[in-house]
Nanobody, 120 residues
Framework: QVQLVESGGGLVQAGGSLRLSCVAS????????MGWYRQAPGKQRELVAT???????KYVDPVKGRFTISRDNAKNMVFLEMNSLKPEDTAVYYC??????????????WGQGTQVTVSS
């Protein structure tokens, strides 16, 4: 069994910063790609950023230069540092990890989501 727990969301004024964390626990053999997604009210869930097992990162255009994704492989954690936050960044943020468990195929796992609210 694998569990993902997120933390770090909250209410912040425009221009502020937040740091999201996601930790995976359970029968984990390896974790390849890690990512963050977000879902705003009335909208579909969308990709924000990804980081490969080798540390290569990708970002969607709206967050480039403001958000930074990173990972700690020893602790099975992924982070999202969010700076210069804007009201349009308001959403529930989800971590997504591609995990191989012992004796099973690899698949995607999702965190429970953490609310980020940016006030103007």
């Amino acid at each position: 069994q694998v569990q993902l727990v997120e933390s770090g969301g909250g209410l912040v004024q425009a221009g502020g910063s937040l740091r999201l964390s996601c930790v995976a626990s359970g029968s984990i053999a390896s974790i390849s790609e890690m990512g963050w997604y977000r879902q705003a009210p009335g909208k579909q869930r969308e990709l924000v950023a990804t980081i490969s097992s080798g540390g290569s990162t990708k970002y969607v255009d709206p967050v480039k230069g403001r958000f930074t994704i990173s990972r700690d492989n020893a602790k099975n954690m992924v982070f999202l540092e969010m700076n210069s936050l804007k009201p349009e960044d308001t959403a529930v943020y989800y971590c997504n990890l591609h995990i191989m468990t012992w004796g099973s195929r690899s698949r995607d796992y999702w965190g429970q989501g953490t609310q980020v609210t940016v006030s103007s």
